[in-house]
């Protein structure tokens, strides 16, 4: 079992910076991915950012040159650090871990952004 905790939503005006914070912890393997997901309202839940255990990234285009995903010093920490803020990226974001096949996720946290 994988416990997942995010933090660090809230509400920013437009152009501002937020970063977002997620630890993981229980059964995690070495080997891993991590990730940023986030669901707009009235849409289905995308793909933010995913980076592997490896330090491999990958974004999604819409948050390309704005976002950075990372890992922290501590131990299954993973980071998104968002900045230039539009109102397209109000979401609840959700913490991603897959460290087999099975995917975990975090509870979600609320990012706003007002115009």
């Known amino acids: 079992q994988v416990q997942l905790v995010e933090s660090g939503g809230g509400l920013v005006q437009a152009g501002g910076s937020l970063r977002l914070s997620c630890a993981a912890s229980g059964n995690i393997r070495s080997d891993n991915v991590m990730g940023w997901y986030r669901q707009a309202p009235g849409k289905a839940r995308v793909l933010v950012a995913i980076?592997?255990?490896?330090?491999?990234?990958n974004y999604a285009d819409s948050v390309k040159g704005r976002f950075t995903i990372s890992r922290g010093s501590a131990k299954n920490t993973v980071y998104l650090q968002m900045n230039s803020l539009k109102p397209d990226d109000v979401a609840v974001y959700y913490c991603m871990m897959r460290p087999a096949s099975i995917q975990y996720w975090g509870q979600g946290t609320q990012v706003a952004v007002s115009s």
């Open positions: 980076i592997t255990s490896g330090g491999m990234i």
